[in-house]
């Protein structure tokens, strides 16, 4: 493209927008969290779980809390530094206030990746022969797993986590709400519990997990598709 300004070319944006969706994830990606007899925080994933050489001091209250309800969504970072300074309440405004834009982002950039995407000439010829650039470019044959696949399954996970799981879960949590005014204690209190309250911290807990899943397979897919650009750096 050298006729051509890189500010009118596809490929700065393309990166930016790469890298704007790997640090969203990386700072932002949920999984749920299991917490020691000690007070630590250690990320958990899905089993076999990885052995992993960090862990996170959480204060006694707030390690009394989570232990008395069900696991929530936590990060790599955020969550996890908002859950041990903001008592439970403040941390789920904070969290709600939050997910919308992570979830529109996860879903967007993906989105603005096709239509940006460069073909063979922005960054560097891999001898396939003529890739055109946008979304012509990531449904060619040669890229349905390098580029169609990662893409494809970020946009579809952020889509609904943002479209269906958020909502549901902003339902059951108000649910929980009232329902707490009404047993006079609130979910993340020490069991027992109504059968009500029950029934919709179980729900909330699925929720949870599941959109905790399509986090982390959001990462992976995000991680497989940098290894695709730079497969095509020289």
């Keep these: 493209m050298a006729?051509?300004?890189?500010?009118?070319?596809?490929?700065?944006?393309?990166?930016?927008?790469?890298g704007t969706l790997?640090?969203?994830q990386f700072f932002h990606?949920?999984?749920?969290?299991?917490?020691?007899?000690r007070g630590l925080i250690k990320p958990s994933f899905p089993a076999p779980a990885p052995a992993l050489p960090f862990t996170f001091p959480l204060p006694k209250h707030r390690r009394q809390q989570l232990t008395q309800s069900p696991p929530t969504n936590q990060t790599f970072i955020n969550?996890?530094?908002?859950?041990?300074?903001?008592?439970?309440?403040?941390?789920?405004?904070?969290?709600?206030?939050?997910?919308?834009?992570?979830?529109?982002?996860?879903?967007a950039a993906p989105a603005l990746l096709a239509l940006t995407y460069p073909g063979t000439s922005t960054l560097g010829a891999l001898n396939r022969g003529?890739?055109?650039?946008?979304?012509?470019g990531v449904l060619h044959a040669s890229n349905r797993w390098g580029v169609l696949a990662p893409l494809a399954?970020?946009?579809a996970t952020g889509l609904v986590n943002l479209v269906y799981l958020l909502p549901e879960t902003n339902k059951v949590t108000a649910a929980r709400r009232k329902?707490?005014?009404?047993?006079?204690?609130?979910?993340?209190?020490a069991a027992p519990h109504s059968n009500?309250?029950?029934?919709?911290?179980?729900k909330f807990g699925q929720l949870h997990g599941i959109s905790s899943l399509l986090n982390m397979a959001t990462f992976a897919a995000t991680i497989v598709y940098g290894f695709t650009l730079a497969s095509r750096i020289e």
């Design 3 to 18: 006729d051509r300004s890189l500010v009118f070319s596809p490929a700065p944006y393309h990166i930016l927008s790469y």
């Design 22 to 24: 790997l640090g969203t």
């Design 29 to 37: 990606v949920s999984h749920s969290p299991w917490i020691s007899s």
């Design 79 to 107: 969550s996890i530094a908002a859950f041990k300074v903001l008592e439970r309440p403040q941390f789920a405004v904070l969290q709600r206030a939050l997910f919308p834009a992570y979830f529109g982002i996860q879903t």
């Design 130 to 136: 003529t890739i055109p650039t946008g979304i012509s």
């Design 153 to 155: 399954t970020v946009f």
């Design 179 to 189: 329902q707490g005014k009404k047993d006079g204690k609130q979910s993340w209190d």
């Design 196 to 202: 009500e309250m029950e029934a919709l911290n179980k």
